[in-house]
């Protein structure tokens, strides 16, 4: 119950703008320097490189939230870009997440895939992958089309991400797989209804466990995207049994979450991807982390109290 009322507390925080706004200007407080990897793209670059040495490789993603104006959807993209290029001068292992949402998906469709195919292009150009983030149940659809279309313009290097908490992922995992998308699956990060998420921890697990194993055996890629012992150890048990090789998967955790296990998947042959968030919009991200586990809360309460 007091787990529930903080995660809603931390959620409703999240889409406070006047906060948002004046994050900006605070630098990295409260504790947010252990979930976002620096504010520039040279404290980015330095972390990924760590992180490729220790074995680990990366997912990079410039942070940016409430995206109202041509001109800042323009400017994501330009530092899209920016980071793409920089991971290819510097040689370090790390591929683009990114939110459409931030690309202008709410001013204008045609204005977000204009956005995406320069970013895309840039990607291509170096032989790289994007990832587009999935965010709340309103943005679905549209990021489907967009997936989509991409894909019929011959834009082979992006794909989605798939929530086990909605009652439609089977069908969409199903249609996707078909179509042969590189998919991440998460269990979903939103504070969704009951009409179209299940409300139970239980069923969304079970979702999960459903749609892991349709996409490994779909043939299509497939990065396991969780921090759950219990979802790691039934990914191993399904590629054992079914044969998958080990360059069709990979598992993908959050920077500075389960850094150890981390680690020890990398050790243990798998392939290890680490979302790495970086830039000054980190006020959101932070407030979504929070809500996610209380003993986050605790680390943040412990760094504020800390001389
Ligand atoms: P869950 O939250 O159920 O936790 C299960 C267990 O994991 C815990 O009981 C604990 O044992 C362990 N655990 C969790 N956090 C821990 C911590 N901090 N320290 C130690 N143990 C911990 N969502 C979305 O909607 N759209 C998206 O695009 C993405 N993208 C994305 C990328 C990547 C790389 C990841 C890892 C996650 C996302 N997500 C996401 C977020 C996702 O939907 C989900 O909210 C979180 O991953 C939390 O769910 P888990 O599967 O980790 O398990």
Partial sequence: MAEQLMKNFFLFMSKNRTLNQAAKKWGLKFGAARFVAGE???????????????????????????VSKVEEAEEMATMCIRTLEAIHEHGVK?????????LGLDIDRELCIRNMRGILDTAR????????????????????????????EGYENVGTVIQAYLYRTAEDV????????????????????????????????????????????S????????????????????VAEEEIPLDRFEFQMLY??????????AKE??????????GNDWYGYFMRRLAERPANVAFVLKGMFKK
């Fill in 94 to 102: 790390s591929n683009l997440s990114l939110k459409l949402t931030s």
């Fill in 174 to 217: 199903q249609a996707l797989g078909e179509e042969g998308f590189n998919l991440r699956l998460v269990k979903g990060a939103y504070k969704e209804p009951a009409t179209v998420a299940f409300p139970e921890k239980g069923d969304v697990d079970e979702n999960y466990k459903k749609i892991i194993r349709m996409h490994l055996l």
């Fill in 219 to 238: 043939g299509a890629y497939t990065a396991i995207a969780t921090h759950d012992e219990a979802m790691i150890q039934y990914t191993k048990q399904v």
């Fill in 40 to 66: 520039t793209v040279d404290q980015v670059i330095q972390k990924i490189r760590q992180l490729n040495e220790q074995g680990l490789e990366c997912t990079v993603d410039y942070l940016g939230e409430f």
């Fill in 269 to 278: 042959g798998y392939k290890m991807r680490v979302y790495v968030p970086y």
């Fill in 125 to 152: 150009s170096h032989g790289n992958f994007v990832r587009i983030d999935m965010e709340d149940y309103s943005h679905l659809e549209v990021t489907l089309s967009i997936l989509r279309q991409l894909r019929e």
């Fill in 256 to 265: 500075g979450i389960r850094s150890q296990r981390q680690l020890e998947l």
